[in-house]
């Protein structure tokens, strides 16, 4: 088993894979309620294991890009878990999980959105023609008329915020007609991170999320999965 969370949007989140299922999950929706809810949810999270006698073999979180006040809860919230515990790490790229947990509603190269703020985006392209590998080596981050590109099959991620209102624009019709709204979530996580179990981490002084600002954003090259 897996226990995975999600605190890089508005929606915190946290589910349980095992052997390629998800067997547990909870969620809410709304600002700033990550520090009221998280910490609940694993003790719950973590008593559905307990009574299903099943081993906890490691923990994921969504490492971003996303929300800077989100992300920093899930992270310390889970690195103090996961030493408490003795288990392992196992840091998940948002996208990533976004782009597996859409593997089978899309096609072509398809690229995931992540709103940063004002009008500046984060994105990376995955081609599901190769079961969703990685197009880009490292996140994108331009301004939202930078996102329409003819060689595009599919744009992909939540509008909202002031995204959302730009989608509606005359000026983003061609990324409107072809975008597909989904939320980040814990259950895409745990179920991605049953294949990434190699990259599990117990030295965690290190781990950081990868922030929504572009003067924060680093580089990740992920496996393909």
């Known amino acids: 088993m ?3 969370c999600d605190t890089s949007s508005v929606v915190c989140s946290v589910a349980i894979s ?6 547990w999950e909870q969620e809410d929706i709304g600002a700033q309620i990550h520090i009221e809810k998280l910490s609940p949810f694993l003790k719950e999270a973590l008593g559905y294991c307990t009574s299903s006698g099943e081993t906890l073999q490691a923990l994921a979180i969504a490492i971003g890009p996303g929300s800077f ?10 690195k103090a878990l996961a030493v408490a515990l003795e288990l392992p790490l196992i840091p998940i790229p948002t996208t990533d999980a976004m782009a597996y947990g859409m593997r089978d509603k899309l096609s072509g190269i398809s690229r995931a959105v ?6 500046f985006v984060h994105f990376a392209d995955y081609d599901y023609s190769k079961s969703a590998t990685i197009v880009t080596p490292e996140f994108k981050y331009g301004a939202w008329d930078q996102l329409a590109e ?6 992909f991620g939540k509008a909202d915020r002031g995204f959302d209102a730009w989608l509606k624009g005359s000026e983003a019709s061609e990324v409107q007609s072809r975008f ?10 745990a179920l991605l991170a049953e294949s990434r179990t190699h990259l599990g981490i117990r030295e965690l002084d290190e781990l950081e999320p990868l922030y929504n600002a572009v003067y924060e954003a680093k580089k990740w090259v992920p496996p393909q999965f």
């Open 114 to 119: 992540i709103y940063s703020h004002r009008n």
């Open 180 to 189: 597909v709204n989904v939320d980040a979530k814990a259950s895409f996580v």
């Open 69 to 78: 006040n989100g992300l920093r809860i899930g992270l310390a919230t889970m």
């Open 18 to 23: 095992h052997n390629g299922s998800i067997v």
């Open 2 to 4: 897996i226990i995975a």
């Open 150 to 155: 003819k060689q595009i099959d599919h744009y």
